[in-house]
């Protein structure tokens, strides 16, 4: 199948890398110059793994090609649309200029039985005006909205192999082609669900609703249990064995961030009061707030380790990254918290093994090195915010040999506290005793 993937980042990137993968051929379009350089010589513009060597192996065997121009899409048959739909600058509702600007510029390129494809993440009711206006500008073409679940860290696998397809579509035609790009995962068993455009647009937000939901509800208990002397991560095993419940997606800590789940329900809200429904998700606002909450407490149990003021002292951050495996800095908690530190007047000292230069970016005030060992030296304060497997795997008696005193915060309840405190270190994780 001749496939173009439109827009280029997170998402496009490693959809147009691994539909090639699956024996497509595939152009991947971008307006960003440098972007399109870098996947064009087989480099991934950002940290994900496995996609660098898939990336590799099909541009070299020239299935997969990248160009700044539309016209390069027009001799494809399936074109996903991948832009991003970011947060608007004036309020909570997602900016979809992207995805209608890619569409507009689409169009005059679409051959006859051409699929047209979103799968951006956008408010319910974007595919039926985009449908509306396909059947006025090309009815020779087809709409079909087909979300996207891949999680950074395991993208690549996520695509390949996804756990289930939501094609969006109004006719058959549409699923007989979608069935095409995606037979490996048909033939695999993948479950696959045929449904309207605004059911495929609604599964999507629907679902980082509930995730964000399930971090906040245990996030929520971190806060009872905190007053209570209760420890949330047994609390969370305990319930997590009620199948019904499930303890994924149960970890207490500092919280969610990234490019999705918080942007995600913020536009979802916003959605839902245009169509006059604000009642029906009024709890999104409540998971929201939870979740920045989380962030504060870390920076109260510095305030309240370091005797009420963390002005002038040394307190290294590890971890900048959203999650672990991942260089994404966007909406990180880490992030935050590191920069709410240095705002109280911290010497905030941060590491992270992928994310450095996007923090740096945004944040140049922080001090960074890329060296673990030199990033507790002399530190009055260590605080864990990502948990990447090196600050997971952290000997307590090696680590004391480098600060200058024995606190920790673990906000993501991942380090033995028992251990560490034998180790004669003052240990504080969110919502353990
Ligand atoms: C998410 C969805 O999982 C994915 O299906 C969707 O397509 C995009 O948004 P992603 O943002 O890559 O994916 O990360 P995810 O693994 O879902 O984690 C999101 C955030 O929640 C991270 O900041 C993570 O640290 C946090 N988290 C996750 C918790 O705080 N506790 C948990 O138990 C799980």
Redesign the pocket.
């Given at each position: 199948m001749r496939i173009s993937v439109i827009g280029c980042g997170y998402l496009g990137a490693v959809h147009a890398a691994a539909m090639a993968e699956l024996g497509h051929e595939v152009v991947g379009i971008d307006v960003d110059e440098r972007k399109i350089a870098a996947l064009a010589a087989g480099e991934a513009p950002f940290f994900e793994p496995g996609l660098g060597a898939i990336l590799r192996s099909a541009t070299g065997s020239g299935r997969l090609r990248f160009s700044t121009g539309m016209a390069d899409a027009a001799d494809a048959r399936v074109h996903f649309i991948a832009v991003g739909t970011p947060q608007s600058a004036n309020g909570y509702a997602a900016d979809v200029s992207y995805v209608d600007a890619a569409f507009d510029a689409l169009v005059p390129y679409l051959a006859d039985g051409a699929l047209v494809v979103g799968k951006s993440t956008v408010p319910v009711g974007t595919a039926a005006r985009l449908a509306a206006r396909l059947a006025e500008t090309a009815p020779h073409a087809r709409l079909a909205w087909n979300p996207?679940?891949?999680?950074?860290?395991f993208a690549v696998k996520d695509t390949l192999e996804p756990d289930r397809l939501v094609y969006g579509v109004d006719d058959p035609e549409s699923t007989r082609l979608l069935d095409q790009v995606y037979r490996a995962a048909v033939e695999a068993g993948a479950p696959r669900i045929e449904t309207d455009y605004a059911t495929a647009e609604l599964v999507k937000v629907a679902?980082?609703a509930f995730?964000a939901t399930k971090?906040s509800f245990i996030n929520a208990m971190a806060e009872i249990a905190e007053v209570s002397g209760a420890d949330v991560t047994k609390l969370a095993d305990a319930i997590g064995h009620d199948a019904r419940i499930g303890r994924r997606?149960?970890?207490a800590?500092v919280?969610?961030?990234?490019?999705?789940?918080p942007k995600d329900i913020r536009a979802f809200t916003a959605r839902a009061e245009e169509l006059g429904r604000g009642e029906s998700v009024a709890f999104l606002k409540e998971v929201d707030a939870i979740n920045l909450r989380r962030r504060r407490r870390v920076v109260e149990l510095a305030l309240e380790l370091l005797g009420g003021s963390v002005y002038g002292r040394t307190v290294a951050v590890l971890g900048l990254a959203?999650?672990p495996d991942s260089d994404d800095v966007r909406d990180s908690?880490a992030l935050d918290v590191a920069v709410q530190l240095r705002g109280l007047g911290a010497r905030v000292i941060a590491t992270d093994p992928e994310a450095i230069a996007n923090a740096q970016a945004r944040h140049p005030q922080l001090d960074y090195t890329t060296s673990l060992d030199h990033a507790l030296t002399g530190a009055d304060l260590v605080v864990l915010v990502t948990e990447w497997h090196a600050f997971r795997a952290l000997d307590p008696t090696e680590t004391a040999r480098h600060v200058t005193a024995r606190r920790i915060i673990d906000a993501r309840n991942v380090l033995d506290p028992t251990a560490w405190r034998a180790a004669g270190w003052t240990y504080r994780g969110l919502g353990r005793p």
């Open positions: 996207e679940f891949l999680r950074e860290g679902a980082n995730l971090i997606f149960l970890n800590g919280g969610f961030g990234g490019g999705c789940l959203f999650k908690p």
